[in-house]
């Protein structure tokens, strides 16, 4: 069963991470409440960032691409951690992702514990895409 507040938590450490990654050459500053569009955001120039952490990407060999961030994230950047930390341009993953779509690879299915809807993406599937950190 989910618990909200743990996977909240969860997610929460990678941004903490991720503002220490940048910390030498940009402030990133985390957004207030549960911000549905990004999550972090550079002081400097504005760029908005997604995080995404995965508990099971690591075995399954597989992103797990919710439906929501594909359709309706405003982020410039997706950086996701399976195990091993990933990025990419949002928009780059929501090109190659439709594409896989149309030509039949991918299905919408249910991919969380809260009956998210979303795709399941071989790892290495996505390195069109998906740069290792």
């Not at 991470?17 to 409440?33: E, N, Q, S, W, Y």
């Not at 099971?56 to 930390?85: H, M, P, Q, W």
């Not at 993953?93 to 299915?109: D, F, K, Q």
Request: glycine share 6%; charged share 30%.
């Amino acid at each position: 069963m989910a618990n909200w507040r743990v996977d909240l938590e969860f997610g929460e450490e990678l941004e903490q991470r991720v503002i220490k990654l940048f910390a030498p050459k940009h402030t990133l500053i985390k957004a207030g409440g549960n911000h549905p569009d990004w999550d972090l955001q550079c002081s400097e120039c504005g760029i908005t960032i997604e995080c995404k952490r995965d508990k099971v990407a690591e075995k399954t060999g597989n992103f797990c691409f919710e439906t929501k961030l594909l359709r309706t994230s405003l982020a410039d950047y997706l950086i996701y951690e399976a195990g091993t930390l990933y990025w990419c341009e949002l928009e780059d993953a929501r090109y190659w992702i439709s594409l896989a779509i149309e030509l039949g690879w991918y299905t919408e299915r249910e991919v969380g514990e809260n009956r998210t809807m979303g795709y399941i993406v071989p790892i290495e599937d996505s390195s069109a895409y998906m740069k290792e950190w």
